[in-house]
Nanobody
Framework: QVQLVESGGGLVQPGGSLRLSCAAS????????IGWFRQASGKEREGISC????????SYVDSVKGRFTISRDEDKNTVYLQMDSLKPEDTAVYSC????????????????????WGQGTQVTVSS
């Protein structure tokens, strides 16, 4: 059974950092492209970062480029999102998701291109 579980969210002050984890079970993460998404209250879900299955440069949307870093630990079957210099506008529920098997090389930011989803973790940036 394919399962993704996010963790690491919480309350942080502006300028602070958090590291989100996306732990996979039932499949091997390195064979899939993995995306991170977020959804702020009252807004649509947006893709913010993606890592390919076979290396290559990760992808980021402009709003997080230079502040967020996506990475993968194959031994732990986990993908991380390191978030630095957090801003109040980063407040949202953050979720990870996989592209279908066979699409591991192609990263997108479109939620409809992703299949399996985690339950999400809340990130609140506030003083």
């Amino acid at each position: 059974q394919v399962q993704l579980v996010e963790s690491g969210g919480g309350l942080v002050q502006p300028g602070g950092s958090l590291r989100l984890s996306c732990a996979a079970s039932g499949f091997t993460l390195r064979n899939y492209a993995i995306g991170w998404f977020r959804q702020a209250s009252g807004k649509e879900r947006e893709g913010i970062s993606c890592i390919r299955s076979s290396g290559g440069s990760p992808s980021y949307v402009d709003s997080v480029k230079g502040r967020f870093t996506i990475s993968r630990d194959e031994d732990k079957n986990t993908v991380y999102l390191q978030m630095d210099s957090l801003k109040p506008e980063d407040t949202a529920v953050y979720s990870c998701a996989t592209r279908p098997y066979g699409f591991g090389y192609w990263c997108t930011f479109r939620p409809q291109d992703f299949t399996s989803w985690g339950q999400g973790t809340q990130v609140t940036v506030s003083s």
